[in-house]
Nanobody
Framework: QVQLVESGGGLVQAGGSLRLSCTFSGPAFHQYAIGWFRRAPGKEREFVAVISQINSYYYGDSVKGRFTVSRDDAENAAYLQMADLKPEDTGVYYC?????????????????WGLGIQVTVSS
């Protein structure tokens, strides 16, 4: 059974940085693509970034050039480095995992989700 746990969230001022971690418990982390999503208050879930099993990556338009996704297969973890944060980046951030990259990129039918972590950016 796979479990995902996000950490590293919190309150930061606009222009600041945060690094989120996603810790994966279970077998064969290297077989999973890892995605990051967020949900702002009153809004639908939004795709943020995905990193594939072979370290290719893709970002949502709103975070390109500011966020960087990475993974460490030896540590069974993935990361989201967030820079130049804006108040509109506020929300609950979720990591997600699936062995099918296309599912994670599309944000549909993903098998495993974390419980999420709050990121608040003050102006």
């Amino acid at each position: 059974q796979v479990q995902l746990v996000e950490s590293g969230g919190g309150l930061v001022q606009a222009g600041g940085s945060l690094r989120l971690s996603c810790t994966f418990s279970g077998p064969a982390f290297h077989q999973y693509a890892i995605g990051w999503f967020r949900r702002a208050p009153g809004k639908e879930r939004e795709f943020v970034a995905v990193i594939s099993q072979i370290n290719s990556y893709y970002y949502g338009d709103s975070v390109k050039g500011r966020f960087t996704v990475s993974r460490d297969d030896a540590e069974n973890a993935a990361y989201l480095q967030m820079a130049d944060l804006k108040p509109e980046d506020t929300g609950v951030y979720y990591c997600a995992a699936d062995q099918i990259y296309a599912k994670v990129k599309a944000g549909a039918g993903i098998k495993y989700w974390g419980l999420g972590i709050q990121v608040t950016v003050s102006s």
